[in-house]
């Protein structure tokens, strides 16, 4: 996730509690040995979750909750960063800022209590802007027996998931000519075929494929800058492709790292920060900031090179570094310049089916019939979503702001965080 571009705004709320009004934060109650067993049990091994949209096939979720929000399991304090949390067999993996190091750590995913921690140093760069934080941004990623990470400034590593060691490690910027991005890499690796992708940019890269045992390059994609936002992986009627954004397109790849594609994405800032979504019919939705609007483009595979209509485009729609959430043939996001409006949109035509007030920088969890809302003032609900409207069943305020980070679920056990504090949520 991504907070870059000069309309963002800190939300500061000082002297509030969790809850608002005067009202005391519950205090966690002691994990049982029925949340060590839901822990184990299901992943979230990389950005978006198993299936990289932030939709799971979940079924045991409560139907409402208490007043005061869904049951602490627990909750302890972490460094600053916007590192979402990955999980796999019972354990949590995450980062965090200390000082000029990043911080990789491993939790115990029933308590919170900590398994390994690895730091590293890794100062900014003169070229990059703190103004938001100085991350880590993007999300470990759980493949094999490896957890690989990468951090604010480029650093790229591979550990052994069980203890923590350094297996390899590869500085984007200094060992590969990578680009050094204004508000620090936020593209979170992903895993597909055995090989990690990653945003690496410059004069010599665009998306760089790494083996995951060792840190070598197993392929690449021609030269391009990148962005802030996570590659995604498509079949194009029987061909795989990788997808990502550089500051001024979007772009596509095969599995060899040849060009099929690429369509402008231009905003008045040059970053993209927000994943495309992939949907049925063939069809793209490529969203961005400000004046880069909204737009729905068809893909069809030819013998040389993918074929792109432009089917639809908005500049009603803006999306910056939140998610968005795509269900059947709609979408649901946060649009505006300000985002304080969630939005269902018909994916085929673009119309705005409606709007709803109340929420502000939504990331959405899709499970099962229920959708849960993560908004950047620690507002956290579950709801209904469909064409029809937005219908809020739970919802409390459970976290201080901003929580731009997006959240994770495992089972029925949902794990989110802000600036100085990781918690686990009972949802069953």
């Keep these: 996730m991504r907070r ?13 509690t969790l809850l608002g009004c005067g009202e005391p934060a519950p205090e966690p109650e002691a994990a ?9 049990r299901g992943s979230w091994r990389q950005w978006g979750g198993p299936t990289g949209d932030f939709r799971l096939p979940t079924t045991g979720l409560a139907a409402s909750w208490p007043e005061e929000g869904p049951r602490v399991i627990w909750s302890r304090p972490l460094g600053e960063g916007y590192s979402a949390v990955s999980a796999d067999g019972g354990t949590l993996f995450t980062m965090y800022r200390d000082g000029d190091d990043d911080v990789i750590i491993a939790l115990r995913a029933f308590d919170g209590a900590t398994r390994w921690e690895r730091r590293y140093h890794a100062p900014t760069r003169p070229q990059n802007t703190v103004e938001f934080g100085n ?46 991005l204004t508000f620090g890499h936020s593209a979170s690796p992903i895993a597909h075929d055995g090989k990690v992708l990653v945003l690496v940019g410059g004069e010599r890269h665009g998306l760089v494929a790494f083996e995951a ?12 800058s990148v962005s802030y936002a996570t590659p995604i992986v498509i079949d194009i009627d029987g061909e795989t492709q990788v997808v990502y954004f550089s500051a001024d397109e979007i772009i596509g790849l095969d599995t060899s790292g040849r060009k099929r594609w690429s369509f402008p994405v231009v905003n ?69 310049s300000n985002a304080s409006i969630v939005a269902g949109v018909d994916v085929r035509t673009g119309d705005i089916l409606w709007r709803e007030r109340g929420f502000e920088q939504v990331n ?7 959708t849960i809302l993560l ?13 029809e409207g937005l219908e809020v069943v739970s919802r409390a305020r459970i976290l ?15 794990y989110i965080r802000d600036k100085k504090t990781i918690r686990a949520l009972d949802l069953s």
């Design 268 to 336: 008045r800032y040059l970053n993209n920060s927000t994943g495309p979504i992939w949907g049925d019919d063939n069809l793209l939705w490529v969203a961005t900031q400000l004046d880069g609007g909204t737009r729905a483009l068809r893909l069809t595979r030819g013998d040389e090179a993918t074929q792109v209509e432009e089917v639809w485009v908005s500049q009603n729609l803006s999306i910056h570094f939140w998610n968005a959430l795509c269900v059947g043939e709609h979408v649901y996001a946060s649009v505006g």
């Design 32 to 40: 049982t040995a029925e949340d060590e067993a839901a822990a184990s």
């Design 213 to 224: 045992s060792d840190g070598s390059v197993a392929w690449s994609g021609p030269p391009t």
């Design 135 to 180: 991350g880590p941004n993007a999300t470990p990623l759980v493949v094999d027996n490896r957890v690989v990470t990468l951090g604010y400034s480029g650093q790229l590593n591979g550990l052994d998931r069980e203890t923590g060691s350094m297996i390899w490690s590869v500085d984007l910027v200094e060992d590969l000519d990578g680009e050094v």
């Design 400 to 414: 201080d702001g901003p929580t731009w980070t997006a959240p994770t679920l495992v089972g029925t056990t949902l």
């Design 4 to 16: 870059n571009g000069l309309r963002v705004h800190m939300i500061w709320l000082a002297g509030l």
């Design 375 to 387: 908004d950047a003032n620690g507002n956290l609900a579950l709801v209904h979503l469909g064409p």
């Design 364 to 370: 959405f969890v899709h499970a099962g019939e229920k």
